[in-house]
C-alpha cells in the first residue's frame, strides 16, 4: 500500500541528521510499543526497523594560543562574566553547573569547588535549580589559586552591590547574578558569549567548547584520561574516551616523540663519552 494514501508531502524533500533519525524512531517506537499494549495492534513495526548510527562529532577546542588570546580579551568585559568565563576554562563544568553554584559550594580555605546542582531553564516553569545530570556528575574538583582570588573578588563586588542597592538587591546566595543579586538565565550567558566570540575575533565557538578546551589542555599534558573522566563528571571513561579520542591518540604520539628524544640523546651522550 502505497504511503501516498495517507499523507501529502510539503515542501521540497530534505535529509535529516542520524541523531534527529534516531530521536524520531525513539518516539514512534514508543508510541507503537503502547499501542501493542492496548491491543491496537499485534506489533511494533518499529522492531523491524535498524535505526541509523548516531554519527559522533569530533570535540571543538581552542587551541593554547587562542585560550590566552581569550583570556586577555576578558580583562575589558564585566567583571562577573570574566570569572565565570574563568570557571569555565579551568574546571571544564557544564553551563548548567556552573551557573547553579552558591556561594557554599566554594571552599575558599581548600580551594574545592563542589558540584551538586544545575541551573537550567524549563519552559513549563522558567529557570529552576535540578539535580545534577547523574550521580557521578555529582563532584568536588580542586582549583587553582588563582581561580579563587577571582571568586573572592567576585564574592566582595556582590557585597558591594547588596549595600548599594539596598531592598532591591535580591541576596539569592548563587555565585553568578547580576548587579541585583538576581540568578541568570541559562540563555543569556550563551548570547552574551556568542557576541563576546564574534566582538574580538575570536575562533567560532560555543560556549560548551570550553568545557572541551579544558578536557583536551589537561590530556595534552599528561592527565590520565580517569582522573580527567571524574574531573567532568562522566559516568565511565569510556565515555571520555571516545568524545576526545583526538586528543588522545595526540598526545599518545607526543608521549611516543618524547621517550624516541630521550632515548636517542642518552645513546649519542653515551657515545660521545666513549
Excluded at 36 to 52: E, L, T, Y
Amino acid at each position: 500500500m502505497s504511503a501516498d494514501r495517507f499523507f501529502r508531502q510539503i515542501g521540497e524533500p530534505t535529509t535529516i541528521s542520524g541523531s534527529t533519525a534516531l530521536y524520531y524512531h525513539h518516539i514512534l517506537s514508543s508510541i507503537f510499543t503502547a499501542a501493542v499494549q492496548w491491543q491496537f495492534i499485534p506489533s511494533n513495526p518499529c522492531a523491524r526497523v535498524k535505526p541509523p548510527r548516531r554519527h559522533k562529532a569530533e570535540a571543538i577546542y581552542l587551541e593554547e594560543e587562542d585560550i590566552f588570546r581569550l583570556l586577555k580579551c576578558l580583562d575589558s568585559v564585566e567583571f562577573m562574566y570574566k570569572v565565570l568565563i574563568n570557571l569555565y576554562i579551568f574546571t571544564g563544568m557544564r553551563r548548567s553547573e556552573a551557573l547553579g553554584l552558591t556561594w557554599q559550594d566554594i571552599r575558599f580555605d581548600k580551594n574545592l569547588i563542589d558540584i551538586n546542582k544545575e541551573l537550567v531553564y524549563v519552559h513549563e516553569s522558567g529557570v529552576q535549580v535540578d539535580s545534577p545530570k547523574n550521580e557521578y556528575s555529582k563532584r568536588v574538583i580542586k582549583v587553582p589559586p588563582s581561580l579563587m582570588e577571582l571568586l573572592k573578588k567576585l564574592q566582595e563586588e556582590q557585597e558591594a552591590n547588596r549595600k548599594l542597592y539596598g531592598d532591591r538587591y535580591e541576596s539569592s546566595g548563587f555565585v553568578f547574578t547580576n548587579k541585583l543579586g538576581q540568578r541568570l538565565h541559562p540563555d543569556t550567558v550563551s548570547a552574551w558569549f556568542g557576541r563576546f566570540i564574534k566582538k574580538n575575533e575570536l575562533p567560532p565557538i560555543h560556549l560548551h567548547s570550553l568545557r572541551h578546551t579544558n578536557a583536551s589542555l589537561l590530556i595534552a599534558h599528561g592527565t590520565d584520561v580517569k582522573t580527567v573522566s571524574k574531573r567532568l563528571g562522566h559516568s565511565n571513561t569510556q565515555t571520555t574516551t571516545i568524545i576526545y579520542a583526538h586528543q588522545i591518540r595526540t598526545a599518545d604520539e607526543a608521549a611516543a616523540e618524547m621517550l624516541d628524544l630521550l632515548i636517542n640523546r642518552r645513546d649519542e651522550t653515551d657515545e660521545s663519552s666513549e
